[in-house]
């Protein structure tokens, strides 16, 4: 069965931290990896990663997959209250959009 | 011009009655997806609808019966209701099944049965 993990739980921060978020997986047909930020309501995507080694960035967040060692991580540099969320990782596997999500990471950053 | 709409926002019932939940989007996707987050915040799919045709259907009690009337729409009907199905309903979509497409979630619908 496909499996997500995500580490850690938990995350206070303060203001202007850097944070770095950690997602591993084990998936028979590999696909895509996704991040996903939940705030209040619904998930808002962040990343899709398909290749290894190749960094995507937006802003001050930036993720970076690795399909050797079945991982990926998000950064983010000089945190904001703003970025105090759940950040769900995610993995898409098969033919179709069969998407299974993490137990998420919630990050909070205190000023 | 809400992308994905989802009602209601909220759902308090009783247990042993029957409910639906009503998702739309207007942003011409083709596939439509169900979820369910629970207390602890895991988000598991539960159907997937693609031009109005069921793709994906996960290990889910046949309480809940999806229904989808066009490709816009994807109804989620629930009869005799359990303590247990007292979660975050997640309606999403995407442009396509292809797992290149990202999915574009609703507000989510509270459903508490008591």
């Known amino acids: 069965e496909d499996k997500v993990v995500q580490s850690p739980l938990s995350l206070v921060v303060h203001e202007g931290d850097t944070v770095t978020l950690n997602c591993s997986y084990e998936v028979t047909n590999f696909r895509s990896l996704l991040w996903y930020k939940q705030e209040k309501k619904a998930p808002t995507f962040l990343f899709m990663l398909?290749?290894?080694?190749i960094e995507k960035k937006s802003g001050r967040l930036s993720s970076i997959l690795d399909k050797k060692e079945l991982f990926s991580i998000l950064n983010i540099t000089a945190t904001q209250t703003g970025d105090s969320a759940i950040y769900l990782c995610a993995m898409n596997s098969g033919g179709y959009q069969k998407v299974t999500f993490g137990t998420g990471t919630k990050l909070q950053v205190i000023p | 011009d809400t992308a994905v709409s989802q009602t209601p926002k909220y759902l308090v019932t009783q247990m042993g009655n029957d409910k639906s939940i009503k998702c739309e989007q207007n942003l011409g996707h083709d596939t439509m997806y169900w979820y369910k987050q629970d207390s602890k915040k895991f988000l598991k799919i539960m159907f997937s609808?693609?031009?109005?045709?069921?793709?994906i259907n996960e290990t889910v009690p046949n309480r809940f019966s999806p229904k989808s009337p066009d490709k816009a729409h994807l109804n989620l009907h629930i009869n005799s209701l359990e303590l247990g199905d007292s979660a975050v309903y997640f309606c999403?979509?995407?442009?396509?099944?292809?797992?290149?497409?990202?999915?574009?979630f609703g507000p989510g619908t509270r459903l508490t049965v008591t």
């Open positions: 999403a979509s995407s442009l396509g099944i292809d797992t290149s497409y990202e999915q574009y």
């Open positions: 398909t290749s290894s080694g």
């Open positions: 609808y693609n031009n109005k045709e069921l793709i």
